[in-house]
């Protein structure tokens, strides 16, 4: 993908971590450790990780391979429960909550972007967006509804399933069903990982639009500089720790911190 530099760097950064909204952090994570296995054999993915995501704000989480990120994000989107430390999901501690409110929380109040689109085949492309709707038992708003459908491109192609949509659009129609129930946070994982370059770009494009127009709060774990570089924020960790951020981003700046890292 080409290089793309953003034209500001938006205030209110740090480790809070965003442009909107003064200092409320949507997203909160304190002393998280996590360890898979034991004895010789564990691996400590996450060593007293404390992060935290401010409401409007979009964040790329980046690092070497084996650095925690996809621990980080499970965790901070309740997908998974850390061995110690706290995770604060607007204003509700994870660590409270039963397995079974932690499944509605995610459902009403996180949305999901993967690298694979995860679309019902058999599905229109409107009842994919509102299934989260439909599994919580709630009534859409169709004002945002229509605002969602609007800004990412789908108003003529409602009635198409996914296997009439190029891989740009399927994309979109998973970010449009993340957006639909207006959840306080958006959890991106290598969301353009499967895309050409020119339809990456469009897609970024789209999460930072989104982000700057609605105040949506986005957390993206990528490995890609370029990727990285449309968010206002860059996290970077290293063996489970946070390592240090950038803001005002660019591939060049980013690549430069990674190589410093030890990536790739």
Known sequence: MASRANEATPPGHGTGGGPADGNHQVVRLDGVRKTYGRGAGAVHALRDLSLGFLRGSFTAVMGPSGAGKSTFLHCAAGLDRPDAGTVVLGGTDLSDLTEVELTMLRRERVGFVFQAYNLMAALTVADNITLPLMLA????????????????????????????????????????????????????????GALDGRTARQVLQLLRDIVDSTGQTVVMVTHDPVAASYAHRVVFLADGRYAEELTGPTPDRIAERMTRLGEW
Do not use: M
């Open 137 to 192: 038992d709630r009534q859409p708003d169709r004002a945002w509804l229509d605002r969602v459908v609007s800004q990412v491109g789908l108003g003529d192609r409602l009635a198409h399933r996914p296997s009439e949509l190029s891989g740009g659009q399927q994309q979109r129609v998973a970010i449009a069903r993340a957006l639909a129930a207006r959840p306080e946070v958006v959890f991106a994982d290598e969301p353009t």
